[in-house]
């Protein structure tokens, strides 16, 4: 776990819960409902679209787009998910592009905190590929320091693994992480955050940029 984020993910969770009985606007609801699950929130309900897709099109129809909010335990009203569902379905084909959805879904970040984030990313992806995998991490991040190396309890992919995995989204932990991972996990942590001056600070201290 990278310095800082566990202490950052509860608060937010709570700032999340907090806002939520304030705010009437359905997409924030939505929103704030998946940070209140902390920063793997949105990209979770992103993994469940992902594997209500059959046809690989993504992109959903509203009767999935509800089983999608339900799976996932979103407290929602039908009237609710269908005012946000027409936001995205500009062209009234009755169906959303779900990617479009979840960047839509993410809380919005200066352009100084996405330069940051993906300078943390172009850290970690050693090949340059796009694509943060254990390969990568060899040369950049140290297992060694970690207490369950040092017990002798993980080995050195273990480590590497697990780090991974925090970026991973909990259904779906393939030991990638790319670029819109990345984003997604930040984007979380960035909610928890009010000024960019503290949270690039945070990314400064945690990656050595």
């Avoid at 705010?23 to 992103?46: F, H, N, V, W, Y």
């Avoid at 970690?124 to 950049?140: A, C, N, P, S, Y």
């Avoid at 259904?171 to 960019?196: C, H, L, Q, R, W």
């Amino acid at each position: 776990q990278m310095p800082g984020t566990a202490r950052h993910d509860r608060e937010m969770a709570i700032q999340a819960k907090r806002n939520l009985s304030k705010t009437t606007d359905p997409l924030e609801r939505l929103r704030l409902q998946c940070l209140a699950r902390g920063s793997a929130g949105i990209k979770g309900l992103g993994r469940v679209f992902r594997i209500m897709d059959d046809d690989n099109s993504r992109t959903l129809d509203f009767k999935e787009f509800v089983k999608g909010l339900n799976d996932y335990a979103m407290m929602i009203d039908k009237e609710e998910a269908q005012k946000i569902f027409q936001i995205f379905d500009k062209d009234g084909s009755g169906t959303i592009d779900f990617d479009e959805f979840l960047v839509t879904l993410r809380p919005p970040m200066s352009k100084a905190r996405k330069e940051i984030i993906m300078q943390a990313f172009r850290k970690l992806d050693k090949t340059g590929d796009g694509v943060i995998t254990i390969e990568d991490l060899r040369g950049v991040y140290n297992a060694k320091h970690h207490p369950k190396y040092q017990n002798g309890d993980w080995t050195e992919d273990q480590v590497f693994r697990a780090f991974l995995d925090n970026f991973d989204s909990p259904y779906d932990k393939d030991g990638k992480v790319t670029t819109e991972e990345f984003m997604n996990y930040y984007a979380g942590v960035s909610a928890s955050i009010d000024t960019d001056v503290y949270f690039i600070i945070m990314m400064k201290n945690a990656w050595k940029l």
